[in-house]
Nanobody, 120 residues
Framework: QVQLVESGGGLVQAGGSLRLSCSASGRTFSNANMGWFRQAPGKEREFVGS????????TYADSVKGRFTISRDDVKNTVYLQMNNLKREDTAVYYCAATGSWWSETYVYWGQGTQVTVSS
């Protein structure tokens, strides 16, 4: 059974940092593109960023560019989201997701999410 499990969320003050982890099990994700998404209360889920299967290319939403960094450790089957200079508007449930293959842009595997709350 394929499973993605996020961790590392919590409460942090504005300007602080958090690192989220997404651990995958059930199959190797070294050949999958990985993404991070978030959903704030009353809002639709939005794209945060992604990293290609090869690990060499990342993409970020404009709202987090320069503050968030995605990385992956394919040996550990884990993807990370380093979040710096957090703002109140970053408060959301954060989800990681994976595509089924390296050539796909469709995310078919999703984690349950981890809550990030940024206080002023």
């Amino acid at each position: 059974q394929v499973q993605l499990v996020e961790s590392g969320g919590g409460l942090v003050q504005a300007g602080g940092s958090l690192r989220l982890s997404c651990s995958a099990s059930g199959r190797t994700f070294s050949n999958a593109n990985m993404g991070w998404f978030r959903q704030a209360p009353g809002k639709e889920r939005e794209f945060v960023g992604s990293i290609k299967w090869s690990g060499g290319s990342t993409t970020y939403a404009d709202s987090v560019k320069g503050r968030f960094t995605i990385s992956r450790d394919d040996v550990k089957n884990t993807v990370y989201l380093q979040m710096n200079n957090l703002k109140r508007e970053d408060t959301a449930v954060y989800y990681c997701a994976a595509t089924g293959s390296w050539w796909s842009e469709t995310y078919v595997y999703w984690g349950q999410g981890t809550q990030v709350t940024v206080s002023s």
